[in-house]
């Protein structure tokens, strides 16, 4: 179980709805199982080039590469790195830990895709060497504009398993 | 030696490696270096200024360099180097 602020939670839900139809991207952070704040990073897909996209792999580096720059960002998400480590900085200097990250889907269920999948497992594979914890993944599904829908996840050993998330008052 | 981790995507360039271990006092001469051992492997982590790409971070020890001194951040023996692509993902 993993409580969230109502506020944040609010805030999630914002700011897919003012990035979509482009995926919106943030990192969650707080202290044991409960979180305190989120930052929203940008997606940066859609101005990468053409080169850099040969860090997606598979299936989805065809789809990106069929797609115009704009696009590509209604499918997929790339966080900018410079804003992730500002965040993680700003994380270690409240004392709070980096929880997990959010992503929005702006056409399709709230659940991991195979890229949410194959790149959390890449994560996994360094996170243990910074000392990083275990990250929660949660998105937040538009697929029903009015009514979104935010479900979280652990990625393990390529399975996602479901996290209940639990809305809690601001303190 | 430096310790170099080297990312999932690039690991093809390395012959699977996923460590590799390459002479370099700093930052900057590791990836120099890196990339005469493995032709092409600079040109995906650096952009044609030599700038590391705005999708990667690169750690030394667990420090990322942007909060050291970048790429001419120095390096000893026992240091470790990691190359970071920031998360991803999509529907």
């Known amino acids: 179980m993993f409580y969230i602020p109502s506020g944040l939670i609010q805030d999630m839900i914002a700011h897919a709805r003012e990035l979509a139809p482009h995926e919106c991207c943030g990192i969650l952070a707080g202290t044991n199982q409960t979180v305190a704040e989120n930052y929203r990073i940008t997606n940066i897909l859609a101005t990468m080039s053409e080169q850099e996209l040969s860090r997606f792999e598979g299936a989805k580096l065809s789809d990106l590469q069929r797609l115009s720059p704009e696009e590509r960002a209604d499918i997929a998400f790339q966080m900018d790195a410079r804003e992730m480590a500002m965040a993680q900085r700003a994380i270690r200097a409240k004392d709070h830990e980096l929880l997990g990250f959010y992503h929005s889907h702006t056409f399709s269920p709230a659940r991991p895709s195979q890229t949410d999948i194959t790149i959390a497992m890449e994560f996994e594979s360094y996170r243990t060497k910074l000392n990083l914890p275990a990250p929660l993944h949660l998105i937040v599904s538009l697929e029903h504009p009015d009514t979104p829908d935010i479900r979280a996840y652990r990625i393990m050993d390529s399975q996602a398993t479901e996290v209940s998330i639990q809305p809690i008052s601001a303190s | ?91």
């Open chain 2, 1 to 91: 030696m430096i310790k170099v981790r080297i990312p999932t995507p690039l690991r093809p360039m390395t012959g699977g490696k996923n460590e590799v271990e390459i002479a370099g006092n700093s930052v900057a001469e590791i990836l120099e270096n890196l990339g005469s051992a493995h032709p092409g492997i600079k040109e995906r982590i650096c952009d044609d200024e030599g700038e590391v790409r705005r999708f990667i971070n690169i750690y030394v020890n667990e420090e990322d360099i942007r909060f050291l001194t970048g790429k001419e951040t120095p390096l000893k023996e026992g240091d470790e180097v990691s190359i970071i692509p920031a998360i991803a993902g999509g529907r």
